[in-house]
């Protein structure tokens, strides 16, 4: 499967995405400056410290950049439905075309998407079928890269050994009440908010119903439940769930012989 670009014009989401990425830069910068390299060039703390937090920053921003710009699951202009799922598609009453059950019309992009879940203005794109499992994994490591930035934050203040290369005092006056208390802040901001919608999805993946779904209270009946492994695996196209991690990578669609629940 080649990797598509997807872009939105939708300057609210512009806007939204720029805040992200100027939290990512405000630690992905002054982290290692402050804190990281700082100890690390005093040995005070190892340097395998310091590549984790480089390396869950680039899995950060590499996951966002990914969900963001990949094709969520736009419909063609002229879909070619199976002669055996044709009771699977409906006429969508927006833009006048087929379109599998369980998609939606998105207003902010202008098209239908399959198995749409919600569109996210944090990343200026819709949530669908085909970067679901992105979106999950920039849920994940923003949560990882906050908690580590919360935890050296802390140690900056309660347990790193004092810098001998600079002055304490105008340390303390310059970067820590700012910058470093800045960080703290938006590290808090980002870990609650991102466990709480992370949780959200995978609990819709797991009960196989999307945001969309709940809201409008679509759902008709339940079917059997699968396990966690295969709803999972479904979302995020294989079953290796080392592969599960890695955004550097396209997603094949993986069809499970399970019926769903049905949906209207």
């Known amino acids: 499967m080649k990797l598509r670009l997807h872009f939105v014009v939708d300057p609210m989401g ?3 995405i720029s805040m992200v990425l100027f939290v ?3 630690n992905s910068f002054f982290i290692p400056k402050l804190v990281l390299l700082p100890h690390y060039a005093e040995g005070h703390i190892p340097a395998s410290l310091v590549v984790c937090y480089y390396l869950a920053s680039l899995l950060c921003v590499s996951a966002l950049f990914r969900a963001s710009t990949a094709d969520p699951g736009k419909l063609a ?3 070619k439905i199976p002669l055996g799922e044709r009771d699977n598609w409906e006429m969508c009453n927006k833009c006048n075309m087929m379109r599998p059950k369980r998609s939606h019309h998105c207003s902010r992009c ?3 998407v399959r198995r749409m879940d919600h569109h996210c203005p944090w990343i200026n794109n819709c949530v669908g079928e085909d ?3 992105l979106f999950l994994q920039l849920c994940f490591y923003t949560q990882v890269l906050s908690l580590y930035t919360l935890v050296l934050d802390f140690c900056q203040y309660y347990y790193f050994q004092p810098l001998s290369s600079v002055d304490r005092a105008e340390f303390a006056v310059r970067h ?3 910058l470093l208390r800045g960080s703290c802040f938006m590290g808090l901001i980002m870990f609650g908010g991102m466990g709480s919608l992370f949780y959200t999805q995978v ?14 209270h679509l759902l008709e009946d339940i079917g059997p439940r699968r396990s966690w492994q295969q709803a999972m695996a479904e979302v995020f196209g294989t079953r290796w769930k080392i592969l599960w991690f890695l955004p550097f990578r396209s997603r094949q669609p993986l069809r499970l ?3 769903s629940r049905a949906h209207v």
């Open 203 to 216: 609990k819709g993946i797991l009960t196989d119903t999307t945001t969309i779904e709940k809201m409008s």
């Open 110 to 112: 202008g098209h239908c």
């Open 176 to 178: 820590e009440l700012a």
């Open 77 to 79: 202009q002229d879909p």
């Open 257 to 259: 012989n399970l019926t």
């Open 24 to 26: 990512w830069l405000y």
């Open 131 to 133: 970067n679901h499992w």
């Open 14 to 16: 512009w806007f939204c």
